[in-house]
């Protein structure tokens, strides 16, 4: 018999006696955990970690949570920071998916610690601090009190809008050497879900006037022909018409600074959602192709500090940039046909598994009590880099509640 043929039956036999490697489960074959058991693993530990954060505040009035310091100890912010709707806002996501009384007292004790700040008119930042707390807070508790305050912050973020240059004013400074006149920035378009709700909740035309102005202005001027936008566009507000596009917390001005891409994202998402314009629904389209089909995205999907950072395979990781992304890709999966639908929630996933490992999850108890790690605030500055940051373990709570009832049905 042919000594290859005989190699073959005794490996064959070899084989049906002691199990065969190559048919083995191997540790690179790992049985892959079901979405079910990733949303339901990381929302429980966000509950566990958030209690913990509550417990090392509640007897310290009028902060929030913002990050940790080099020596990881936890660092606070005042009411008057922009992110400090963050947190409460992630306490009433908890309380929607426990339903546990002691989360909704933690929910309305530091929302209440936000209240303040429905009179901000110095900057546009009160869209993030009162929506995400008090927004949140009244669309599930339904308390009228509530409701009176967002109404309030409406009004008060509407004083920013210039009819001459059409949008919504971010900021009242510049940067070094930058002699802004009027800057909008491209997280404004966060801040616009604010004027919509309250616009339609309390029948204020004036209002919704006011967000579609600045969304088509934003639209005009603050992208490329890729459809990456500038993070700084500052206006003439004698002719509304821009002067400079800069960045402030990107790498360059020519550069695509990778939270600013997921804040257009969302904000476009939202903006369809809310008006059913196609310009935005096609907006938001071009935006996530150019973030899906860069190749500076990471495997992991968890996008580089800037997509056009130096050294790019050792930039830093935006863990917030990533949790943006993976929630506005869920909600518009909803509103696009079937296969593109199917495209969005294959990288969400990837996202949500992503950020729910080790690589980007925090341990228990440690990490100043943040859920993730490895998110970039102000690289330029040498701000808040490759840290723990409240907005980030918010849009990762809110990717999972979304995933969890759109995809889901839970």
Known sequence: MNRAVVKCLVVSFLCLIFGCPMFATSPARKQVVPMHDVVRNSLDFAVRQSLLMVKSLESKPGVLPRTISA??????????????????GELWYLYEYTKDAELKKYADEFTQRVRSQMYTTDNHDVGFMIFCSFGNGYRLTRNPDYKAVIDTAARSLSTRFNPAVGAIRSWNFSYPGRNWQYAVIIDNMMNLELLMWASKTFKNEKLRDIVISHADKTLKYHFRPDYSS???????????????????????DASSWARGQAWGLYGYTMMYRETKKPEYLEQAKHIARFILSNPHLPADKIPYWDFDAPDITNAYRDASAGAIVCSALIELSRYVEAPLSKSYLKVAETQLRSLSSPSYRANAGENGNFILRHSVGNKPANSEVDVPLSYADYYFVEALMRYKKTVLHE
């Not at 990881?72 to 009411?79: D, F, I, Q, Y």
């Open 71 to 88: 020596e990881g100890k936890l660092e606070t912010a005042k009411p008057s920071a922009w992110i400090s709707g963050f947190f409460p």
């Open 230 to 252: 500038f993070h700084v566009v500052s206006y003439d507000p004698k002719t509304g018409l821009p002067e400079f596009r800069h960045t402030a917390q990107g790498y360059s």
